[in-house]
């Protein structure tokens, strides 16, 4: 049940009505965006919501069970401020939406239609169409730890305790040469073993990413240099002189985090759970349990 103010009531009891539809998307980078279906810019809570954007909602398809409600929001790309690269980029995945219905001859008189999250982005060359989820998508998520052999706990995050900040797990360079569309070779990490850096993130602090993180896939020392390869080719190409900086990664096996970090006590799996072996293992004469040493 949605509560109209008195003004708005009486406008839509009026029977001549001039409404129109906002969305105002807050992308997780703290960037605010407004778009309307009106044919003028219009604003309300510090927001300026831009006309002729090429938005346009489906209907809102809704249960009473604990079903996720869900919307579409067709868009053409001709907003200066939706581009495809951002997109591809993933800079509107998990935009918090507002959806809101609005007298645009009064934007005082408004009502909050909808509240949720942008899903899944189907792209094509000229439009893209935006799931829009209800809040009950968060029902879905799983909460609480996994029980398995390696570290459910994301390196450097609170329940971990490595300070990823530290000189030993840090690094910082530049691109001297490009290698394809994901790899690179650096400059400034020559202190670092092979390795040290695979699993790990770097962070761009200039170029075309500049703000954005990408997952190492290699890191390798050689007499020609240091190569950092990547997980996936960033969407904005790397260019020659990019800075970024550059940390450790972790493989989440028990070992790992006793000798490289020094951290076993703060190890977050299981590393004596019995695997898929151990279900199809039949006894055999001199087999031995052995633990695992910390």
Same mark, same amino acid.
């Given at each position: 049940?949605?509560?109209?103010?008195?003004? *708005?009531?009486?406008h839509l009891d009026d029977g001549t009505t001039t409404l129109s539809w906002c969305w105002r998307i807050i992308r997780v980078d703290g960037v605010t965006l407004g778009f309307t279906d009106h044919d003028a810019v219009l604003t309300f809570d510090g927001t300026g919501f831009e006309?002729?954007?090429? #938005?346009?909602?489906?209907?809102?398809?809704?249960?009473?069970?604990?079903?996720?409600?869900?919307?579409?929001?067709?868009?053409?790309?001709?907003?200066?401020?939706?581009?495809?690269?951002?997109?591809? =980029?993933? &800079?509107?995945?998990?935009?918090?939406?507002?959806?809101?219905? @609005?007298?645009?001859?009064?934007?005082?008189? &408004?009502?909050?239609?909808? *509240?949720?999250? !942008?899903?899944q982005i189907r792209r094509g060359r000229m439009a893209f169409v935006a799931e829009v989820r209800s809040l009950a998508h968060v029902l879905n998520q799983t909460v609480g730890r996994a029980y398995q052999a390696s570290c459910d706990a994301a390196l450097g995050d609170g329940r971990? %305790?490595?300070? *990823?900040?530290?000189?030993? #797990?840090?690094?910082? /360079?530049?691109?001297?040469?490009?290698? &394809? =569309?994901?790899?690179?070779?650096?400059? /400034?990490?020559?202190? #670092?073993?092979?390795?040290?850096?695979?699993?790990?993130? @770097?962070?761009?602090? $200039?170029?075309?990413?500049?703000? +954005?993180?990408?997952?190492?896939?290699?890191?390798?020392?050689?007499?020609?240099?240091?190569?950092?390869?990547?997980?996936?080719?960033? !969407? +904005?190409?790397? %260019?020659?002189? =990019?800075?970024?900086?550059? &940390?450790?990664?972790? =493989?989440?096996?028990?070992?790992?985090?006793?000798?490289?970090?020094?951290?076993?006590?703060?190890?977050?799996?299981?590393?004596?759970?019995? %695997?898929?072996?151990?279900?199809?293992?039949?006894? $055999?004469?001199?087999?031995?349990?052995?633990?695992?040493?910390?």
């Open positions: 049940m949605k509560s109209l103010s008195p003004a *708005l009531q009486a006309p002729e954007s090429g #938005f346009a909602a489906s209907e809102i398809r809704s249960g009473s069970d604990l079903s996720v409600d869900a919307q579409d929001a067709e868009g053409v790309l001709t907003s200066d401020r939706i581009t495809e690269t951002d997109i591809i =980029d993933g &800079r509107w995945d998990a935009a918090q939406v507002e959806l809101w219905r @609005v007298n645009w001859v009064d934007t005082s008189q &408004r009502v909050l239609m909808r *509240l949720g999250a !942008v899903g971990c %305790g490595v300070n *990823l900040e530290a000189p030993a #797990f840090k690094g910082s /360079g530049t691109v001297l040469a490009t290698i &394809r =569309d994901r790899g690179f070779v650096a400059s /400034g990490l020559g202190a #670092f073993a092979t390795g040290w850096f695979a699993s790990g993130t @770097v962070e761009w602090t $200039s170029g075309g990413s500049v703000g +954005r993180r990408a997952e190492v896939m290699m890191h390798e020392v050689a007499d020609t240099g240091v190569t950092i390869s990547l997980l996936e080719a960033p !969407v +904005r190409a790397v %260019g020659v002189g =990019d800075a970024f900086v550059i &940390r450790a990664g972790c =493989d989440k096996r028990l070992e790992t985090c006793r000798d490289r970090f020094a951290n076993a006590v703060n190890f977050r799996g299981f590393p004596n759970i019995p %695997g898929q072996d151990a279900v199809l293992r039949y006894a $055999s004469n001199g087999d031995a349990n052995q633990g695992v040493v910390l």
